[in-house]
Each structure stands twice: as structure tokens, then as C-alpha cells.
């Protein structure tokens, strides 16, 4: 069974930075390209930022520059990095597969950005 834990949120100033981080359960993580994702109550879940087994990255365009994603296979954890944080990065935010394995969801990390 493979399980995404998700932490390092919090509540946090416009402008500041937050590092989340995913541990990973099961053997297979250094052969996945593994992704951040965020939901926003009533929306549907967004794709943000994938990094590859060999650590090619790539994200959306409402987050790059601000947010680096990174992977440490020895811990089995993705981070993402999140800087100038803005209000509209109030989210929900989890990690999974890319594409997502929507059986691995997992409880998530809020992320609340307010002065």
C-alpha cells in the first residue's frame, strides 16, 4: 500500500515562504515522476509541479518562478518550495504520481496565505 503524507503547511503573510514536504511509503519512489497538486474548496484539484526520476522539473505558469519542486530518494520525499506566496495560493495542497493515482490521495496540508 502506498501512502502520500503531506506536511509543512500553515498560515503565512502575502509575500512569505512555506517548504512542504511528502513523505512516501513503498519501494518504487526513486522510479516515479512525482507531482504537487491543490485544491481549493469547490474547485477541482490542480496540477502545479512535477519532477521527474532523474530530476527534471517542470510547473504551471501560476507558479513558476515562486515554487521549486525538489526530491531527496534516499528520504523517500518530494518538497515543494514556495516563495512570494499570494492569497490566491490558499489551498489544499497534496502530492501523488504524475499523472495521479487517484486511489493514493492523500489528507493533504493547508496552505492559508492572509495578512
Known amino acids: 500500500q502506498v501512502q502520500f503524507v503531506e506536511s509543512g503547511g500553515g498560515l503565512v503573510q502575502p509575500g512569505g515562504s512555506l517548504r512542504l514536504s511528502c513523505a512516501v511509503s513503498g519501494s518504487m519512489f526513486r522510479f516515479w515522476a512525482m507531482g504537487w497538486y491543490r485544491q481549493v474548496v469547490g474547485n477541482q484539484r490542480e496540477w502545479l509541479a512535477r519532477?521527474?526520476?532523474?530530476?527534471?522539473?517542470d510547473y504551471d505558469d501560476s507558479v513558476k518562478g515562486r515554487f521549486t519542486i525538489s526530491r531527496d530518494n534516499a528520504k523517500s520525499t518530494v518538497y515543494l518550495q514556495m516563495n512570494s506566496l499570494k492569497p490566491e495560493d490558499t489551498a489544499v495542497y497534496y502530492c501523488?504520481?504524475?499523472?495521479?493515482?487517484?486511489?493514493?490521495w492523500g489528507q493533504g496540508t493547508q496552505v492559508t496565505v492572509s495578512s
Open positions: 501523488n504520481l504524475v499523472p495521479p493515482n487517484n486511489r493514493w
Open positions: 519532477i521527474t526520476s532523474d530530476g527534471n522539473t
